[in-house]
């Protein structure tokens, strides 16, 4: 069998499937093939149904604020189904001194929240008058040293809803290289969103962004990418090598041949693959994995209106966070239930995974019902347990970024994008396979656009 193509991609979860929408859509006549070590696509996107509920093993949805994301939903007509939960409408919280407490959603509101005290917010704007430091620094570290030490809490809340991370390990240059940039540009993160502000003034004012799903669960968004595409299932690669100036990819006793290689995998595995072109900074990098419970309540359960909440670990409880799902998207749960889908495990409890299904949701009951009122027993539970860990971009990180320019320098028709790299959300995966294709259609490696100074909504 002759399996010469002009472009293979290696993995068909979003960012693999993403590639190979955009590869369809600019470059139709090429042949693309999409290898995918499982049966199914989506990789870490996979939908959980039973007895009317509806609940997710990965992500909960994607914000409508990344283009890239929007292109698919309007190539796809998908734009039509989607539901949207919008961040200004529906209220975040975070669990403060034992209390939930709605987090401020405009700047504004932060002078009157009672997360900070007068003199906490008053010490956010000492980030005016401090030097930029250029070393790489933790989340924690520089967040403190701009704002102040009483701010962690809430850094901690944003890095838990997002990486279910440690902002004592992970790294502002790899999480957050556009307000960087601002920051060392300007002197200041204040100073440089003000002039970002003042000049997108005359752009018309922008609303908060939605969180998206659809009424199927998010499988929907991988269903509808993986039709037409030419996809070998259960094909794990096994090693690639580049040969007389084409990309050979070895499975299981075949050879696939193509110019262009896009490896669409997590940092982990595709430092497995590419570890044999050129050794890593790191062998691994570390990735945190939770546990979803899902939990279903007849209406006597009082949800708090809004999205949900987020534990800082200053709280010490055992949930990192619970998702108030059926608020955010309609028929989640059958006619007078409501869902929720709460958290455990993250960076810093991998071994409240250890733990039993039963122990699980009995610890996890024990902690939420002291923050809302369920004076009835769950009517419905189970404990999702995600094989995909959440890469964490963490001290190392800004070397393996150098690490994959050197490779995609030194080899012709190498694309590397994928969990972990450029991010971790769903919409840094679409920008970042959008990116790959449009080098591609190029001929070549494309100069790389400036950081996205990325908004923290959690
Ligand atoms: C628990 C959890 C919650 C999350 N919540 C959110 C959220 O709310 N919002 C959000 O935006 N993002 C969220 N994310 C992140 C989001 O899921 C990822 O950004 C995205 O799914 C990563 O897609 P990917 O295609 O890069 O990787 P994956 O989804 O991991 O897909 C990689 C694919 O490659 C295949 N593969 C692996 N090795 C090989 C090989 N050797 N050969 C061939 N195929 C191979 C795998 O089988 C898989 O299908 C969450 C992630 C997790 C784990």
Redesign the pocket.
């Known amino acids: 069998m002759v399996n010469i193509y002009d472009v293979i991609i ?7 499937l993403a590639a190979a929408h955009f590869l369809n859509k600019k470059m139709p006549s090429a042949k693309v093939c999409l ?4 049966e199914r ?5 996979k939908s959980y149904k039973k007895d009317g509920f509806l609940a997710e ?6 914000l409508d604020n990344s283009p890239e994301s929007m292109e698919i939903l309007e190539d796809t007509c998908l734009y039509q189904e989607a539901q949207q939960a919008p961040l200004g409408d529906f209220h975040r919280y975070v669990c403060h001194r034992g209390k939930l407490v709605q987090i401020p959603q405009k700047p504004q509101k932060i002078f009157t929240t009672p997360l900070l005290s007068p003199w906490a917010k008053m010490r956010v704007f000492g980030d005016l008058w401090i030097r930029p430091e250029i070393r790489d620094q933790t989340l924690g570290e520089w967040a403190a040293r701009r704002f102040g030490k009483d701010v962690l809490p809430l850094v901690d809340a944003a890095v838990t809803g997002s990486f279910s991370g440690d902002y004592n390990r992970l790294s502002i240059n790899a999480v957050m290289p556009g307000l960087r940039k601002l920051e060392c540009e300007n002197g200041s993160v204040l100073r440089g969103l003000k002039k970002k502000m003042k000049a997108g003034k005359a752009a018309p004012k922008k609303r908060l962004p939605a969180m998206n799903n659809f009424p199927q669960g998010l499988e929907r968004l991988v269903e509808v990418l993986e039709k037409g595409k030419n996809i070998r299932y259960s ?4 090693a690639v090598k580049k040969e007389d100036g084409l990309w050979r990819v070895a499975v299981d006793g075949e050879i696939f041949s193509a110019a262009h290689l896009v490896m ?3 940092v982990n ?1 595709g430092l497995s ?1 590419l570890s044999s072109l050129k050794k890593p900074p790191v062998a691994q990098i570390p990735v945190s994995r ?1 546990c ?1 419970v899902v939990l279903g309540f007849t209406d006597s359960a009082v949800i708090p209106y809004g999205f949900g909440y987020l534990a800082p670990e200053c709280e010490k409880r055992f949930t990192l966070g619970v998702m108030f799902s059926s608020h955010m998207f309609p028929n989640r749960a059958p006619e007078g239930k409501v869902l929720i889908e709460a958290l455990v495990g993250g960076r810093r409890h991998p071994e409240r995974l250890e733990l039993s299904d039963e122990e699980i949701v009995a610890r996890v009951l024990d902690d939420i019902s002291l923050l809302m009122e369920l004076p009835e027993k769950p009517i419905f539970s189970k404990v999702l347990r ?1 094989s ?3 890469p964490q971009l963490e001290m190392d990180h800004p070397k393996m970024l150098d690490y994959r320019a050197a490779l995609e320098k030194e080899y012709d028709g190498l694309y590397i994008c ?2 972990g790299w450029d991010g ?6 679409i920008k970042s396979s959008s990116k790959a294709v449009a080098a591609i259609s190029a001929g070549g490696r494309g100069k790389e656009g400036a950081a996205p100074v990325k908004p923290v909504y959690f």
């Open positions: 290696i993995g068909a979860g979003i960012s693999g290898l995918e070590k499982g696509v989506g990789g870490a996107i093993w990965g992500p909960h949805g994607f094909t794990g690669v096994t669409a995998l997590p595995n693959l939770i979803n995600p995909s860990g959440i994928g969990f971790i959300g769903i919409n840094d995966m």
